[in-house]
């Protein structure tokens, strides 16, 4: 399999190559058969990089280690699930499964063409050659995981795969993430067809609309399982510490989350063609950069691989896509002129407009933060590190004016509003946000912006609930059916508004949550005597035994904690956490135990076992353990509101679907003029 594996990555790289120049020659002198060509080439190079992934993970499965890449990365004592793993647990197999699914979107693109002009599939095609040929050389040339394993080397055992690694959320992390950086090359590669070809009307922000809506929907699923996976493996008792890794992974999604706003300004108003081209481009050219990032050493995080030679080759990259993307831009110019202009700072396309710019600030904060160690070191010859204060300090109130135009932002009409449209809609929430941030501040003045951040989600949240009672509401006296059921229909009816909605929702409780897990977290170090409970927050803890424990590949010391209530002495649970130590590497890794409740989490990992000096105590009879112990509150909300955000993306992807699928054609004509109204996302 190895040589299949191989042979069948040399060929999809030539058919690439292939595809670049039969695409361009059949877009420039307008041949359908050279385009025909192309397309087929695109199909072609899909299907042999998928064999050559097909024949990596075969290798994997059967402990093949004459392959270098298998035997580094996996081995005898792993179980099983892992092996499949392991084929992206490092460089060389990750870069292997980014190039097929970028060469999967192509052949997707080529199959579903759709209503796709002539003129824009015929560029659109070479450009996707072009960025999957420039992968796919980089995996054949530089991090081809079909190398042999050096002779003198036993490959009867391999050395196995990193210990942090063996988790189940990396067995879709890497892959998910993965799916939402390649899937922008399809509106990148519709972005520069229109303005290759000259057809910059709105038809490739239209047909791009899902292939964005899943790219992004894949990046925020990755997002929110690495955080996962950080929350329950690195037993820091956090989610999100602003690693230059995971902005790597943000700020493709920022300016991926500002391009979806930004274009329904273009559908509607005929403006912001500039800022969509730039999101568009800025947005691949982020994902490409989160790779440079990742696999350059330039940065330090238990995020990246390790330090190679390949970052000049992604920085090349980048700098000629974007003076390719810049020169077409240019030359397009008197063209990209807006159809329209801003006629009130209270509308939605203004609304769209400072969403934007938000997002940009954040954007601009985030990349500043990370690369001000590269940058200060490569000027002076020390780093500078700037932590989570920074970003915290710098990040919220944008974030928290976000969360204010998201949810004045769908409510407000296009063009102009009255006084007395805004008063109908806002009046009655922006009361109850009021109050409920005099009431908060009232409670604990000590943090303000907590407050106004509780408050403002709130207002979304009030917002969004007022408009699905108001719609249901009229629907149901107009067809004398129930509240009820009328927001179920306005799902299937007007699902562009009513599957924002629900993202928006989720991202006001996920704010709610986070806020609440970092403001109000408490966080111990303890020492616990076996017959001596320490108190923490509301719980009361006590060791009950420390023993040993065997697993694939491991041996592990745990400890068993029984957590009772405080004041009323009830037993709650009992956690186990533990210390794994991998005879294959000598890894020494923390396997953290939690309670989950609605209300908060009882997070514990084991930091280490304290003996008293000249002990002659058999085992662990009179060892202490030394815990880590936090307090998250409303943690677990979090993850519930990351699944309505995912769900309400969903609805959003799925809108042809629940419109031709579920509408009778009675109400078609009037389900197309409701879903014109709604908010993206």
């Known amino acids: 399999m190895i040589s299949i594996g191989h042979f069948s990555l040399v060929t999809a790289c030539m058919i690439s190559i292939y595809g670049v120049i039969s695409g361009i020659a059949g877009a420039r ?14 199909l072609l190079m899909g299907a042999l990089s998928t064999l050559s992934l097909i024949s990596l993970g075969y290798s994997f499965l059967t402990h093949d280690y004459r392959n270098l890449y298998v035997w580094q990365h996996s081995s005898n004592e792993m179980h099983p699930a892992y092996l499949i793993g392991a084929i992206w647990g490092g460089m060389d197999g990750s870069m292997l499964l980014w190039a097929v699914i970028m060469a999967l979107f192509s052949s997707l693109v080529a199959i579903k063409r759709e209503s796709v002009p002539d003129r824009l599939f015929a560029w ?17 040339f530089l991090t081809n995981p079909f190398r042999l394993i050096p002779e003198g080397i036993n490959h009867l055992n391999g050395n196995g795969l990193n210990p942090l690694l063996q988790n189940p959320s990396m067995m879709i992390h890497p892959p998910m993430l993965y799916l939402g950086f390649t899937g922008f090359v399809v509106p990148f590669a519709f972005c520069l067809a229109a303005l290759a070809s000259g057809n910059l009307n709105s038809i490739w922000i239209r047909l791009t609309r899902r292939w964005t809506l899943v790219a992004w929907t894949f990046l925020t699923a990755g997002i929110i399982l690495g955080g996962n996976w950080a929350y329950i493996e690195l037993g820091w008792g956090g989610f999100w510490a602003w690693d230059p890794v995971e902005n790597a992974s943000f700020m493709p999604w920022l300016t991926g989350t500002a391009f979806l706003h930004s274009v329904m300004v273009q559908e509607h108003r005929g403006m912001l063609k500039v800022w969509n081209i730039a999101l568009s481009v800025s947005t691949y050219l982020l994902t490409v950069f ?6 350059s050493g330039v940065v330090q995080s238990v995020h990246a691989f ?11 990259y980048m700098f000629l896509m974007l003076i390719f993307a810049t020169v077409l831009t240019i030359y397009r ?10 006629q009130s700072y209270i509308s939605r396309e203004s609304a769209f407009l400072f969403n934007n710019l938000a997002l940009l600030g954040i954007l601009i904060a985030t990349f500043w933060g990370t690369m001000l160690p590269v940058i200060t070191e490569y000027m002076t010859g020390e780093k500078s590190v700037v932590g989570p204060p920074f970003f915290n300090k710098v990040t919220s109130p944008l974030f928290i004016f976000l969360l204010f135009l998201m949810a004045v932002g769908p409510l407000i009409a296009w063009r102009r509003n009255s006084l007395k449209q805004i008063k109908k809609v806002f009046l009655v929430p922006f009361v109850i946000s009021t109050l409920l941030f005099i009431l908060c501040l009232w409670i604990d003045s ?5 407050a106004l951040t509780f408050a403002i989600c709130a207002l979304v949240i009030i917002t969004i609930f007022s408009d699905f009672h108001r719609v249901a509401r009229n629907r149901a006296e107009l067809r004398s059916s129930s509240r009820i059921s009328e927001v179920g229909n306005l799902f299937i009816k007007r699902p562009r508004k009513y599957g924002a909605h629900l993202v928006h929702f989720g991202v006001a409780c996920a704010a709610i949550s986070i806020t609440a897990a970092t403001t109000y977290k408490i966080e111990r170090d303890i020492t616990l005597k076996r017959g001596n409970p320490e108190e923490v927050g509301s719980y009361s803890l006590t060791l009950i035994g420390i023993s040993e424990a065997t697993g694939f590949g491991y041996q592990a010391i745990r400890t068993e904690i029984e957590v009772r209530d405080k004041k009323t002495d009830t037993l709650l649970t009992r956690l186990m956490p533990e210390k794994r130590v991998y005879a294959k590497s000598s890894e020494v890794t923390t396997e953290v135990d939690i309670r989950s409740t609605i209300k908060e989490d009882l997070y514990i990992a084991l930091a280490g076992l304290e003996r008293p000096e000249g002990s002659s105590a058999k085992g662990y009879e009179d060892s202490s353990a030394v815990l880590k112990v936090f307090i998250n509150p409303l943690q677990v909300w979090l993850w519930v509101s990351s699944v309505v955000i995912l769900f309400g993306s969903m609805i959003l992807i799925c809108e042809k679907l629940l419109i031709y699928g579920f509408v009778s054609e009675k109400s078609l004509i009037e389900t197309k003029s409701d879903a014109s109204e709604g908010a993206l996302i």
């Open 333 to 342: 110019w008197k063209q990209l002129a807006p159809e329209n202009v801003i």
């Open 446 to 450: 000590s943090n303000p912006l907590t």
């Open 124 to 140: 659109v095609l070479p450009i996707l050659s072009g960025t999957t040929s420039f992968f796919l050389m980089v995996v054949t």
């Open 29 to 42: 002198k307008q041949n359908p058969s050279l385009t025909i060509s192309a397309k087929n080439s695109v």
């Open 290 to 295: 989160g790779t440079f990032l990742t696999r």
């Open 306 to 316: 390790a330090e190679t030679d390949v970052g000049w080759v992604f920085l090349a």
